[in-house]
């Protein structure tokens, strides 16, 4: 079966510095592949959308990269800023309807 | 614009009772529906899906069902609860034609305590 992991469970940053998350998985590529973000106690909130065939997505100060043949997303939150604490999801689509999440990243950005 | 609704927003049951919980949608018409249960710490487990009324796929065997009995409502029910059904419940919606985003969008959740 399908593997998804995410890189350490805790990230701590500076404000202003780059965060990188990696997201890592097994087997067969996904067709696209999702990021989202979740505040303590709510709901995910989705943040990017890339396709197998895209190299690169954009979206404000984030970027989200996808490398088919290391099978692996990164996802970069550039000039960090302490609102962007949160845990994020990487959320793969193997198969029809269904999307596979991965445990998540949490990161705290420093003032 | 489509909003979605769960209820009730906290719970706490002893073992052995019963559970119904219950999600809506608002706006939109033959949505995907998702039930996730994300245990503390821990990434979100899909649970169960349905891509039309009457229709729900089961990720995981175990003491829970689900039924959609109204094109946007979705319920998820236990018969009895089980000390390892605590966890947050989340209902979400996705976009029911294909090549539209996929994007899924989550309801505030349940957080469920069984003692």
């Known amino acids: 079966s399908q593997k998804i992991e995410q890189n350490s469970e805790a990230l701590n940053i500076q404000e202003g510095k780059t965060a990188t998350l990696t997201c890592n998985y097994t087997?067969?590529?996904?067709?696209?592949l999702q990021w989202y973000r979740q505040d303590p106690g709510r709901g995910p909130v989705f943040l990017l959308l890339?396709?197998?065939?895209?190299k690169e997505k954009r979206k404000e100060r984030l970027k989200v990269t996808f490398d088919t043949t290391l099978k692996q997303s990164l996802f970069h939150i550039t000039a960090s800023q302490p609102a962007d604490s949160a845990t994020y999801l990487c959320?793969?689509?193997?198969?029809?309807?269904?999307?596979?999440f991965g445990a998540g990243t949490t990161v705290t950005v420093r003032a | 614009s489509q909003t979605i609704h769960q209820w009730p927003a906290t719970l706490v049951q002893p073992v052995g009772s019963p559970l119904s919980l219950e999600c809506t949608v608002e706006?939109?018409?033959?949505?995907?529906l998702y039930w996730y249960r994300q245990a503390a710490g821990r990434g979100l487990q899909l649970l169960f899906y349905?891509?039309?009324?009457?229709?729900i796929s089961s990720e995981v065997p175990q003491n829970l069902s689900a039924s959609r009995p109204q094109d946007r409502q979705f319920i998820l029910s236990s018969k009895k609860l089980l000390l390892s059904d605590s966890g947050f419940y989340l209902c979400?919606?996705?976009?029911?034609?294909?090549?539209?985003?996929?994007?899924?969008?989550f309801g505030p959740g349940t957080r469920l305590t069984v003692l």
């Open positions: 979400a919606w996705s976009p029911g034609l294909a090549g539209v985003s996929n994007e899924q969008f």
């Open positions: 087997n067969y590529s996904p067709a696209y």
């Open positions: 890339i396709r197998e065939n895209e």
């Open positions: 959320a793969p689509r193997f198969n029809d309807y269904k999307l596979s």
């Open positions: 706006g939109t018409s033959n949505p995907n």
């Open positions: 349905s891509v039309g009324i009457g229709q």
